[in-house]
């Protein structure tokens, strides 16, 4: 009997055969949007899914400020960063960032769903976020992502 055929499979850098895609993030929930995306960054969705390597595709988000929040988030939900210093608290709503920075809401959440080691600071450089609908990534003729659309 052949046991070299029941070999399974690891996917590494050289093996993972990584894709472009674009999301488009208007009138999405941020959550439900950033979970969606996080999992295509990991690469999830793929049949030689490897949980040590960065087997994940690349995402360009785009209409990253058109991004909604239900309820009453958008001044009730807090956002606590400290500087490591006394009183270096900082408490911001997503109203806050937003107005600062529309795309940093849409990074903050990815981010928090990826791994916190080196892997996910490496899945994370896969992910572009762009505020309009413009973005400079064409030559790699991105496939548009479908994210809870009905």
């Given at each position: 009997?052949?046991?070299?055929?029941?070999?399974?499979?690891?996917?590494n850098k050289a093996t993972a055969n990584k894709e472009w895609?674009?999301?488009?993030?208007?009138?999405?929930v941020l959550g439900r949007f950033s979970s969606q995306v996080a999992s295509v960054l990991r690469g999830k969705h793929k049949t030689n899914f490897t949980?040590?390597?960065?087997?994940?595709?690349?995402?360009?988000v785009i209409n990253a400020d058109k991004i909604r929040l239900?309820?009453?988030?958008?001044?009730?939900?807090?956002?606590v960063t400290h500087s490591g210093y006394p009183g270096g608290q900082k408490i911001?709503?997503?109203r806050q960032i937003a107005?600062?920075?529309?795309?940093?809401l849409l990074e903050m959440a990815i981010k928090k769903m990826l791994p916190r080691n080196r892997l996910g600071?490496?899945?994370?450089?896969?992910?572009?976020?762009?505020?309009g609908s413009e973005h400079p990534h064409e030559a790699q003729?991105?496939?548009?992502?479908k994210i809870n659309t009905k």
């Open positions: 009997m052949d046991t070299l055929s029941y070999k399974t499979i690891s996917a895609f674009v999301a488009d993030a208007t009138n999405q949980p040590h390597a960065d087997c994940g595709d690349n995402v360009i239900t309820g009453n988030k958008w001044e009730d939900k807090e956002y911001r709503s997503p107005t600062r920075n529309p795309a940093r600071n490496a899945i994370f450089n896969n992910l572009h976020v762009y505020v003729q991105p496939k548009e992502l």
